[in-house]
């Protein structure tokens, strides 16, 4: 009779001891490489965004980027751009933006207007303006300019593609002129988008945009429109400043008046011939318009 004192066998304890311990090795080195591998796919996929946050994050505020229209009257006022580099900035892409600046002083002199050239990161443009038609042209030239062959020997630096309208519609009204300025700016090239469209990472921090109308009696901000963007009141009314979005479509518009020249130089003529008239005919009291006394003979 033998007696079982329920003792295993110490060695094979130890070898399914061991073939747990490596497969569970196994298996979590696995796993590890699973997770890391599917991290990097992620990283890879949206590492744009990534680029985008970290540079919001040390770049903020880098570049303020100003646009304003000036009327004095119907027949005079100024466009006035002002650009602003961050010092952080041009210390990164030094070059590229020193470019661009230049390429803002050639169309600047190209529509005949001037440079004030504040700093090397710093340029204000001034282009003066004859009638609503000429703003027209000269606004919608400078900002977005045609490409002509042969006019340059250096390449522009290359922007991301911004569409925009800009319209002044002009309507007399005898004495005094009615404006009504539209300008609708697409900046969604400037955001990064997902693949439906959603807007991931906004370049707000990055820059600072906005657009500026000062007129002399005072304008008043349309928000009716799709995309309208709402426009601050300063001086009273005299100056209205929209802060764009970017990554986004953005409409403005606004209606003022403005005297009409044309207008009043008709009733200023009309009043000087009516004045010389009555001087004339009041001056001679003994005769009147059109008729003249005429004594008989004698017989």
């Excluded at 600047?108 to 004030?116: A, P, V």
């Excluded at 045609?146 to 250096?154: F, I, P, Y």
């Excluded at 403005?258 to 009041?282: A, D």
């Amino acid at each position: 009779m033998g007696i079982n004192l329920g003792v295993k066998p110490v060695g094979r304890t130890i070898k399914q001891s061991s073939l747990t311990t490596r497969h569970s090795s196994r298996a979590t080195q696995t796993i590890t490489k699973a997770i890391a591998q599917k991290l990097g796919q992620q990283l890879r996929r949206f590492r744009v965004v990534w680029m985008m946050l970290l540079a919001s994050l040390l770049l903020s505020g880098c570049v303020q980027y100003d646009v304003g229209i000036n009327f004095e009257s119907p027949n005079r006022g100024e466009i006035v751009q002002h650009i602003k580099l961050d010092d952080r900035l041009t210390s990164l892409s030094g070059a590229s933006a020193q470019q661009w600046l230049e390429t803002v002083e050639q169309r600047t002199r190209r529509l005949g207007g001037k440079i004030r050239r504040n700093s090397n990161q710093e340029v204000t443009a001034i282009i003066p303006f004859s009638s609503g038609a000429d703003l027209n042209t000269k606004f919608s030239e400078f900002l977005q300019p045609s490409t002509q062959k042969g006019t340059a020997k250096r390449a522009e630096p290359v922007l991301p593609e911004i569409t925009s309208d800009f319209q002044l519609a002009q309507s007399n009204f005898l004495l005094l002129l009615r404006n009504r300025l539209s300008y609708t700016l697409d900046l969604r090239s400037l955001g990064v988008t997902s693949a439906n469209g959603d807007l991931l990472v906004s370049p707000s921090s990055l820059l600072d945009l906005e657009f500026r109308l000062n007129t002399p009696w005072g304008a008043r901000s349309i928000d009716t429109a799709a995309n309208a963007v709402s426009a601050e009141r300063r001086q009273q009314g005299h100056e209205l400043i929209w802060t764009l979005k970017p990554g986004e479509i953005n409409h403005l518009e606004a209606a003022f008046w403005l005297p009409s020249p044309l207008g009043i130089g008709t009733v200023v003529i009309v009043f000087l011939v009516l004045g010389g008239w009555y001087l004339k005919y009041q001056s001679l009291p003994g005769q009147t318009a059109g008729s003249t006394q005429v004594s008989a003979p004698e017989g």
